[in-house]
């Protein structure tokens, strides 16, 4: 019994990588305003691209620096449309999403065509603290990327709550007609504030491709990108709720893989539902407490309104 939950709670922190990188960047743009529903896309661009890079040359670290400059470019693609173009940034995001959903299809068809494997980033075992018992097993035995994503937590909470452009992104979140008065450029700001969460989309996706399953295939993500979008407003724009929910997501998504693993006579179809099942549900209850998301979100900037 052991044994399994170690199992089980390893993978729930292995599997939250990637919830955890594209939600925080997804938490950042919208404390600006700016609603991104594009991030599946964007995170199957980067899956893609890192895979590609690393299939080809072999190198993990030049993939992960693609994976980071396509998500860069998506996001200053989306900033364009919702920021400069003052685009319905709902739609403009179901938009970047399908565009990003079949480019990485008919790229991989064209370029790659069949299902093939990388070998990705090794676990990184921490000295002493990997020799500690269960806790070392659970936490400390992972890649890169999995301690880059738990880290990203109290970095972001830091840039956001206790320095001047966290100020300033928060600012322009709630009340960009007066962040502009004090001289903030909230043009910049969201800018900033969406490039950043493209690239952080990027890792996510290239957390799938070549640390998590390292291979590639039509529609690696599934979904997660918006699984992503609703954990933001799960953890009412706050990096350590937001990493509750990814937790709790994740959790759920192991035992469910560890029941089919183990072929328990529960029908498949819904072990896979039992994920989104508890998401929504989750939602729904926290829909019934007051979360005030940021007052700009959603809605353009026009200077001097």
Known sequence: MEAII???????????????YASIGETIGQLSGVLNLGVDGVMLMGAFSAFYTVLKTGNLWLGLLVAIVVGAIFGLLIAFINVTLKAEQGISGIGVYIFGLGLSSLLFRTMVGTVQA?????????????????????????????YGAFALIPIS???LNKTPLGLSIRA???HPEAADSLGINVVRIRYL??????????????????ALLNV????????????????????????????TGALLFSTVNAIQIWVQ??????????????????TIVVLA?????????????????????
């Open 261 to 278: 693993v183990k072929g328990i006579n529960i029908p498949s179809d819904f072990t896979l539902m039992l994920p989104y099942i508890v």
């Open 157 to 159: 909470w830091f840039i």
């Open 172 to 174: 322009v979140g709630q």
């Open 118 to 146: 990388v070998s990705g980033f090794p676990p990184l075992f921490i000295p002493l603290l990997s020799n500690i018992p269960i806790v070392g097993k659970i936490f400390f035995q992972q890649n890169i990327l999995v």
């Open 285 to 305: 209850a926290m829909a019934k407490r007051y979360v005030r998301p940021p007052k700009a979100l959603n809605k353009p900037f026009e200077r001097g309104e």
């Open 216 to 243: 590639f295939q039509q529609n690696l993500t599934n979904g997660m990108g918006f699984i992503a979008v609703a954990l933001v407003y799960f953890g009412a724009w706050r990096p350590a709720t937001v990493l």
């Open 6 to 20: 170690i199992g089980i709670a390893k993978s729930a922190i292995r599997l939250a990588t990637p919830y955890l």
């Open 193 to 210: 504030t969406v490039i950043f969460g493209g690239m952080l989309s990027g890792i996510a996706g290239a957390s799938l491709s070549i």
